[in-house]
């Protein structure tokens, strides 16, 4: 956690009593001199589209702030048909995390119905799943019904503001 330098005793960690007579301990970090950065968060909503063409498969990408980390929490779609399969992954790490369910280690197709509600009764993810700014959530979505399929996906979560507030301080 970032750390700041508390505004009430400028870093000392001690301020003057009411009086002025004593010192004491800064009541507003606890002596530490420091204060823990709270983040802020706002809601955010990362949208895509993909036009599946039939009984193929097209991948699909959503690129994440550059300045903001996100806290996925909710997933939602809407599809022509609900015949559709989708993978999605994160590579923040350095290698692929799989966020839908596996059927398959490292593979994780499933229906879209079985990854993704709608608005009035989103898919939650639990707990939620924090994405570093500036990396690409990858989709594949694979149409099964045989006819043109368009998938609209859309990432509720929170954008991280933490960043931001360290960079005014
Ligand atoms: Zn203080």
New binding site residues.
């Given amino acids: 956690m970032r750390t700041y330098q ?1 505004h ?6 001690a ?1 003057h009593n009411p009086m002025r007579t004593l010192w004491q301990r ?1 009541p ?6 420091q ?1 823990q950065a709270t983040p802020g968060k706002k809601p955010a909503w990362y949208t895509l589209k993909i036009d599946v063409p039939p009984s193929g498969s097209q991948p699909g990408s959503i690129q994440i702030n550059g300045r903001k980390d996100f806290e996925l929490q909710l997933l939602m779609a809407t599809y022509t048909d609900p015949r559709l399969l989708v993978t999605i992954q994160d590579f923040s790490g350095g290698e692929y995390w799989t966020i839908s369910p596996n059927q398959n280690y490292g593979i994780g197709i499933v229906p879209i119905t079985l990854i993704a509600g709608t608005a009035q009764l989103p898919f939650p993810i639990r707990p939620s799943y924090r994405i570093p700014k500036n990396n690409a959530v990858n989709f594949v979505a694979t149409d099964q019904s045989g006819a043109p399929n368009t998938l609209n996906m859309v990432m509720y979560g929170l954008s991280i503001l933490e960043d931001e507030a360290q960079q005014a301080a």
């Fill in positions: 508390c009430v005793c400028k870093g000392s960690g301020v800064c507003m970090c606890e002596g530490a001199g204060i």
